[in-house]
């Protein structure tokens, strides 16, 4: 892709990666892109690089807009890897340009790179940094979603230069928003959006909404958002704001996910007559079988729904391997106003429900106790048993959900 101008002499020089379908363990089955952005002013400025295996690409943009020794500052608003591991080849062609990064960040880069040679100016929400036409304000955001990470306002423009977040991961030949619902959908996007919060900025919710309480009392008006994954937020960037202070704020569908695996189909068994008791009861189900989807697809649905069942069958005295990989990565998301319940067949020994059931304590989730086993396949009289512990878990949830309305 070439260099696309996105404000007046502000241009995204990033990349687009159609193939990576596995970001550090979260699969990205749409691909991403790598966004960093160039302002050509009296002092030309970089703000952020790229993957590393995409270093030929943004250094072939900037060379189409402008000589790289031109370059005089470099804004490193994140240090993952995603972001940086080109700083190094950028360097070379720009050895004296100026970076700006905060104090958690210059010590992150030094574990990349040797820094020694290169002029690092070390900076903190409000601190501001005049490159000729523009003004840039920086604004630390730590924990979002990384210890050193932070967002660039270019005062002028008008222009959030957000890093992570608000961003999604995408791959696709539009760079906007209005762009993207043409070739593309709104439910597409959104689906996106919910994808990567609930994958990556589940555990920040409390922090987005002091941020952006933060940015609204500082009176910064914002006409663009533009993240380092993603499209660009230039028609209605408030969406993706309300959105993120929805999602902070725990919002949900009221639906239930299904999230579950078998072995020899007895836990699968259980899982239509439970559907079918909480449809009864007008709520909407998704089911999710975890050795045919990725736990960031089961997290997604689980983010999206506000009540949650999970089912296992009992091997060795306790959960299935995959569902207890799939509790280790929600319990790290650290989800909140969700309530869960659990189900499960076993042969000669249970264990598995009652093993979930802890789980579900550590992490702190609102409970629907006990769960519900199964010896063996499930009988006439076990279905029944599993229908209306469907019915049951609906009513629970709709009360649940009532509080947040």
Not at 353 to 380: C, H, T
Request: charged share 25%.
């Amino acid at each position: 892709m070439k260099a696309i101008e996105i404000k007046p002499d502000i241009f995204w020089v990033g990349a687009i990666d159609w193939a990576i379908r596995d970001f550090h363990g979260y699969i990205t089955p749409n691909g991403t892109t790598y966004n960093n952005y160039l302002a050509i002013d009296k002092q030309v400025t970089l703000f952020d690089t790229v993957k590393h295996e995409f270093s030929k690409t943004t250094i072939d943009s900037i060379k189409s807009l402008v000589d790289p020794s031109k370059i005089k500052n470099i804004v490193i608003n994140h240090i993952e890897n995603d972001h940086v591991t080109s700083l190094a080849d950028i360097m070379v062609l720009t050895p004296d340009a100026a970076i700006y990064i905060t104090e958690k960040g210059k010590k992150g880069l030094a574990r990349f790179f040797d820094i020694s040679n290169w002029n690092i100016n070390m900076v903190k929400t409000g601190d501001t940094l005049n490159i000729g036409k523009r003004t840039l304000l920086f604004l630390e955001t730590p924990m979002l979603h990384w210890p050193d990470s932070m967002m660039t306002y270019v005062k002028e423009d008008k222009l959030l230069i957000s890093q992570d977040g608000f961003g999604q991961h995408f791959a696709s030949s539009a760079r906007f928003d209005d762009e993207f619902i043409t070739c593309h959908s709104v439910s597409e996007l959104d689906d996106a959006i919910k994808d990567y919060y609930a994958n990556i900025l589940m555990p920040f919710g409390t922090l987005i909404k002091s941020k952006v309480a933060e940015i609204q009392k500082l009176g910064l008006e914002i006409d663009m958002i533009a993240p380092d994954h993603g499209i660009i937020w230039r028609k209605d960037p408030s969406k993706i704001i309300n959105m993120y202070l929805d999602m902070a704020n725990g919002k949900a569908d009221l639906r239930v996910a299904i999230i579950y695996d078998t072995m020899w189909h007895s836990t699968e068994l259980m899982i239509v007559p439970i559907m079918q008791g909480i449809h009864d009861e007008g709520v909407d189900v998704k089911v999710i079988k975890l050795r045919v989807n990725p736990n960031s697809t089961a997290i997604k649905e689980f983010w999206k729904s506000r009540g949650c069942l999970i089912g296992s069958p009992t091997l060795n005295n306790s959960m299935f391997p995959t569902v207890a990989d799939f509790l280790v990565y929600l319990k790290g998301l650290k989800p909140r106003n969700r309530i869960i319940g659990a189900f499960g067949s076993y042969g000669w020994g249970g264990g598995a429900v009652r093993d979930m059931y802890e789980e579900f304590k550590i992490i702190g989730l609102e409970l629907m106790e006990p769960g519900i086993q199964s010896l063996y396949r499930p009988s006439a009289e076990d279905e029944i048993k599993c229908y209306e512990f469907g019915r049951e878990f609906a009513k629970k949830v709709k009360a649940y959900h009532a509080q947040f309305e």
